[in-house]
């Protein structure tokens, strides 16, 4: 199934990476098939750094997706077309501890070459993680970041180099 996917440089892509990750949102997951969670995330973004593509993403350390990241060496970004509004939002409100996400939404498993990705997705990224630190707030430059952390969840960071793409379009 994974060959529905055209695998493509990301060099050759143009997107807007603010919109897809902030405004379209992703569903980040980790782990195989046989044992994975996933859950949608609007807040990351993609450049280059140290010579290579990659993809910085940030989850709390209560979600279930923390621990499958944490654990593996390769996480996956699947994005999608606005139809999936609501199963975006499914995967952002429930935990993979209460319920399966993929029979709940429908969401279709595949494997890629080191992790999961979606067969309803429009394009999928595979990243290898390069680096990650917890988010500091010491560090924090500006006052008004501190309101995103009411309960003082911060957020751990990872980058992953860009090793794979796959798009339909």
Same mark, same amino acid.
């Given at each position: 199934?994974?060959?529905?996917? !055209?695998?493509?440089?990301?060099? +050759?892509? #143009?997107? @807007?990476? *603010?919109? =897809?990750?902030?405004?379209?949102?992703?569903?980040?997951?980790?782990?195989? =098939?046989?044992?994975? @969670?996933?859950? +949608?995330?609007?807040?990351?973004?993609?450049?280059?750094?140290? @010579?290579?593509?990659? *993809?910085?993403?940030?989850?709390?350390?209560?979600?279930?997706?923390?621990?499958?990241?944490? /654990? !593996? #060496?390769?996480?996956?970004?699947?994005?999608?077309?606005?139809?999936?509004?609501?199963?975006? !939002?499914?995967?952002?409100?429930?935990?993979?501890?209460?319920?399966?996400?993929?029979?709940?939404?429908?969401?279709?498993?595949?494997?890629?070459? /080191?992790? *999961?990705?979606?067969?309803?997705?429009?394009?999928?990224?595979?990243?290898?993680?390069?680096?990650?630190?917890?988010? &500091?707030?010491? !560090?924090?430059?500006?006052?008004?970041?501190? &309101? /995103?952390?009411?309960?003082?969840?911060? /957020?751990?960071?990872?980058?992953?180099?860009?090793?794979? *793409?796959?798009?339909?379009?």
């Amino acid at each position: 199934m994974k060959n529905e996917f !055209n695998m493509v440089d990301i060099h +050759t892509i #143009d997107l @807007n990476a *603010v919109d =897809l990750i902030g405004r379209q949102w992703m569903l980040i997951t980790a782990g195989s =098939l046989e044992k994975y @969670n996933t859950m +949608t995330a609007s807040w990351g973004g993609m450049g280059e750094l140290w @010579n290579k593509p990659v *993809v910085f993403i940030f989850i709390r350390p209560q979600r279930l997706t923390y621990e499958f990241v944490e /654990h !593996n #060496d390769f996480f996956t970004c699947c994005f999608f077309d606005k139809s999936y509004r609501k199963t975006l !939002n499914f995967c952002g409100e429930n935990s993979g501890r209460d319920v399966d996400k993929a029979a709940e939404t429908g969401l279709y498993p595949l494997s890629s070459d /080191h992790g *999961v990705i979606f067969k309803q997705a429009k394009m999928y990224i595979e990243c290898r993680k390069i680096y990650t630190e917890a988010i &500091k707030p010491e !560090n924090f430059l500006s006052n008004t970041i501190h &309101k /995103h952390y009411p309960l003082q969840d911060y /957020h751990q960071m990872y980058i992953g180099e860009i090793t794979g *793409v796959g798009t339909k379009e």
